[in-house]
């Protein structure tokens, strides 16, 4: 019966996906923060975070929204060690790490950092092919909230930078946090190494009404810095599927 029911929530959820085009999700996500310290780095901090993932048809956004504001009002964390006083900056933007992504014109958005609260700065600006990011899929499985979700890893990638996901399979979306393209289904965890930030689901709702406008947050009536064109994946074209040796 719990199986069944399982399974009936992973096709409604994809059914209802597919006909309204629509889907907001909201994780829990924390970054940590690192200071080098003879030599080497040491952590002195993990920041919390809401992250926000709005897909409307072709156009998709996700952002985060600090939640440590009120532990570190002066925007910095500071160690004392030996009497030596140093500190690390935290942003105090309510909106930050922007990436948006239209799939009909091909055009990928990013404010990587901070600077939303004075939107004075630029932002980043990427033209893409589709296919420009691939994934290897692994026999690895495991229940998240209740739904089964199988593990991928990014191949378009360096090792130390490639995200890793654990994504459900029935419930279709092609994008997801921080920049995921091509995805092989909602992603319910993700980690990102190069910015040591970890994204896990908390809810999501599809066929919610999201406005037009929540695509063009203020930061992008800054100019826009044209980085790079992200070309179509050469290696292993597509989702791969890894097997276990039988």
């Known amino acids: 019966m719990k199986a069944s029911l399982l399974f009936s929530l992973c096709w409604f959820s994809t059914i209802v996906f597919a006909q309204t085009s629509s889907l907001q999700a909201h994780y829990f996500v924390e ?31 996700s952002y985060l929204r600090p939640l440590y504001l009120s532990e570190y009002p002066e925007g910095r964390i500071e160690l004392n060690k030996n009497g030596l006083l140093r500190s690390v900056h935290v942003s105090l933007d309510t909106m930050q ?9 091909l055009l990928f958005r990013a ?17 893409f092919e589709r296919g420009c990011r691939a994934w290897q899929i692994f026999p ?22 490639a995200a890793q996901i654990w994504f459900a399979p029935d419930i279709s979306a092609q994008v997801g946090p921080m920049g995921i393209m091509d995805a092989p289904g909602l992603v319910y965890e993700a980690y990102f190494p190069s910015i040591a930030t970890r994204w896990k689901l908390r809810e999501f709702i599809a066929g919610s009404d999201i ?14 810095r044209f980085i790079n064109h992200l070309r179509k994946y050469k290696g292993e074209t597509g989702i791969v599927q890894v097997r276990t040796t039988q």
């Not at 790490?97 to 014109?105: E, K, M, P, Q």
């Not at 901070?114 to 600006?125: D, T």
């Not at 406005?211 to 947050?217: G, L, M």
């Open 31 to 61: 970054v940590e923060k690192f200071i080098s310290q003879d030599g080497e780095l040491r952590k002195v901090a993990t920041l919390p975070y809401e992250g926000i993932l709005q897909i409307k048809n072709a156009r998709s956004i």
């Open 97 to 105: 790490s922007v990436y948006s992504i239209n799939l009909d014109s």
């Open 111 to 127: 404010c990587f950092g901070s600077g939303i609260a004075g939107a004075s700065g630029v932002h980043s600006l990427f033209t």
């Open 140 to 161: 690895e499985t495991k229940e998240i909230n209740g739904i089964l979700c199988q593990r991928a890893v990014e191949m378009s990638a360096s090792s130390d930078k």
């Open 211 to 224: 406005s037009d406008a929540v695509f063009w947050p203020r930061i992008f009536n800054s100019p826009s």
